[in-house]
């Protein structure tokens, strides 16, 4: 090869590995422009809270930014550190959390706290290893907490995360066997450790600033490389983006087609004394374990109205029960369920069944019921 031929060579490589350098280096300069201000995000060049940082990704998990924010503001004026949470009772954690779903998580966020307060005197442990020890900490949210609160060299991926990387590189394996590879390319994001050029030493700037290298690219998936209609020309990382220079950059992430769970039927009774519910806790362990419900059957697919009307529980002066005019209509993760609500009234000296407790209608919203039985209260407290 002629030396002219090589220098041509050179100068290509490099023209194309520049802006993969400077990627860094450009998301921060627009992060440290537009960040989102968020209840658990402190200003610019204040040291996250670990607490709030852990909190939160417990709380955005499969949920809205907007829907965990008044949970999150009430979480911390009750209680205000790791500490005063491993203190609190898991029933008050629960009724605290009722209404944010996945219920799982309430009582992993207790678990967590108590274990904090156990075997770490109060303290996150600051690795990801550390924190992937505790209950109800993953691989994700282990990272997230590492990067942010500690500013461990490390790349959270979330849905968001994972929008922008699958386009900015234009990733064709479909989602979940592309997690891998997505993974590897966001960690590119962080900067190179190498010092020299100007460009790898803006690159070390990005791996001090770990936490805000993650955080900047939820902020642009949030914001601007949206699911749909994304704003490509406010972009920082536009010029280099393989999905956007095809024009297919909604496509992006590829995604497997989803599978739909069977409908799931049963019944739930509203049985009311005086101005009083009859109520009782969930099993601990499966869905919604826990939580307070009303009385009610199995869900099974394919359950008619008598098999379930069969599981009725056994009250004394119930001698009908009365069904309410259509359905509530709740979908979980894996499955939609309907369920019939059946009404009855008894008398002040009915016996409470074991297992179950009266519980005031007027203080219901203290008491730990997930949406679904909110619902199906309150279309049994209804006038149809």
């Not at 997690?179 to 994001?189: D, H």
């Not at 362990?285 to 869900?299: A, F, R």
């Not at 009250?315 to 359905?327: E, F, I, N, P």
Request: with cysteine; charged share 25%.
């Amino acid at each position: 090869m002629s030396l002219s031929g090589a220098a041509a060579l050179r100068k290509k490589t490099s023209d194309r590995e520049e802006p993969a350098a400077m990627r860094p280096v450009l998301l921060l300069a627009w992060y440290d422009r537009h960040r989102r201000v968020l209840p658990w995000r402190p200003p610019a060049g204040q040291r996250p809270d670990p607490y709030a940082v852990w909190l939160s990704e417990i709380m955005l998990q499969q949920t809205t930014v907007k829907a965990v924010g008044p949970y999150f503001q009430k979480f911390l004026a009750r209680w205000g550190d790791v500490t005063a949470l491993g203190r609190a009772s898991l029933d008050d954690v629960l009724r605290m959390w009722a209404g944010l779903g996945y219920y799982s998580r309430a009582r992993n966020l207790h678990a967590c706290a108590v274990a904090v307060l156990r075997d770490h005197d109060g303290v996150f442990p600051d690795t990801e290893e550390g924190l992937r020890a505790l209950p109800g900490i993953g691989p994700y949210t282990a990272a997230a907490i590492a990067a942010i609160a500690f500013d461990r060299r490390t790349m959270p991926v979330d849905g968001n995360i994972e929008r922008v990387v699958s386009r900015l590189f234009a990733v064709e394996e479909t989602l979940p066997q592309a997690k891998p590879v997505i993974q590897r390319l966001a960690t590119t994001l962080l900067g190179d450790a190498r010092a020299g050029d100007e460009q790898s030493r803006a690159g070390g700037i990005a791996k001090s600033r770990a936490g805000d290298s993650a955080q900047a690219l939820m902020d642009l998936g949030a914001s601007i490389c949206t699911p749909k209609r994304p704003a490509c020309s406010l972009c920082p990382l536009n010029e280099g983006c393989a999905a956007r220079a095809r024009g297919d950059q909604e496509t992006f992430p590829r995604k497997a087609p989803k599978k739909t769970g069977k409908l799931r039927r049963g019944a739930a009774f509203v049985v009311t004394r005086g101005d009083e519910v009859l109520v009782r806790s969930r099993p601990e362990k499966g869905l919604l374990g826990c939580m307070t419900e009303v009385p009610g059957s199995d869900w099974r697919a394919a359950q008619d109205d008598e098999a379930a009307l069969k599981q009725a529980p056994q009250l004394t002066g119930v001698t009908r029960w009365h069904r309410k005019v259509g359905v509530v209509t709740h979908v979980f993760t894996h499955f939609p369920l309907e369920l019939v609500v059946y009404t009855a009234r008894v008398s002040g000296r009915a016996r409470t069944p074991k297992g179950m407790r009266w519980v005031p209608i007027a203080t219901l919203d203290g008491e730990a019921l997930p949406n679904v039985m909110r619902k199906v209260i309150a279309h049994g407290l209804g006038n149809s």
